[in-house]
């Protein structure tokens, strides 16, 4: 189903778990780095508005998208405490093939780091064909993907904790 029309930052904060004492990682990209500031304001405002403290949210910036991957395995090898991850990023279409290839390695790259590992990593590239797009997305008519990503990352860490406990 299409987005079009679509706030991504509503949400139903009362159906949020407590995020007080929870640890958030965010790896930043610096390639788009004024798309990819809002998306990291997004998630940093949903993140501390639904109760995590400001000193518990850590923050990596890299290069850009395709270093991501590395940046989130080596914050899940540094920060064991960390409840999950976000990993923001922007790739714009370009007239070459490289947009494929860095959508592909990044997406796949993520998606490993979820199943090898037991901090789950929050996907908050946007992969968009025109840089107004992406300003749709990250704070524009779309809302924020930053804040929905944050969201997500409040419940996987809830989940991470719920089967902790079941373990």
């Known amino acids: 189903m299409a987005t079009a029309g ?3 930052s509503e949400y139903d904060k009362e159906k949020l778990p407590n995020a007080k004492n929870f640890r958030i990682g965010i790896v930043v990209s610096e390639w788009n780095e004024t798309i990819t500031q809002n998306l990291f304001q997004g998630a940093f ?3 501390t508005e ?3 403290l400001k000193e518990n949210i850590v923050r990596w910036n890299v290069p850009g998208s395709f270093e991501l991957i590395y940046g989130c395995k080596k914050m899940q090898e540094s920060f064991e405490m960390l409840d999950a991850i976000i990993a923001v990023g922007n790739v714009i279409q370009g007239e070459t093939k490289h947009f494929d290839f860095v959508c592909e390695g990044v997406t796949q790259g993520i998606k490993d780091l979820n199943i090898q590992n037991d901090i789950p990593v929050i996907f908050c590239v946007l992969t968009d064909d025109t840089i107004q797009q992406s300003k749709d997305r ?3 008519k779309h809302g924020n993907k930053g804040a929905e990503a944050a969201v ?3 419940k996987m860490a809830q989940l991470r904790k719920d089967a902790k406990f079941y373990k």
């Open 6 to 8: 679509k706030n991504l």
């Open 152 to 154: 997500a990352a409040i």
């Open 50 to 52: 639904n109760g995590v």
């Open 45 to 47: 405002d949903v993140l």
């Open 138 to 140: 990250s704070g524009g």
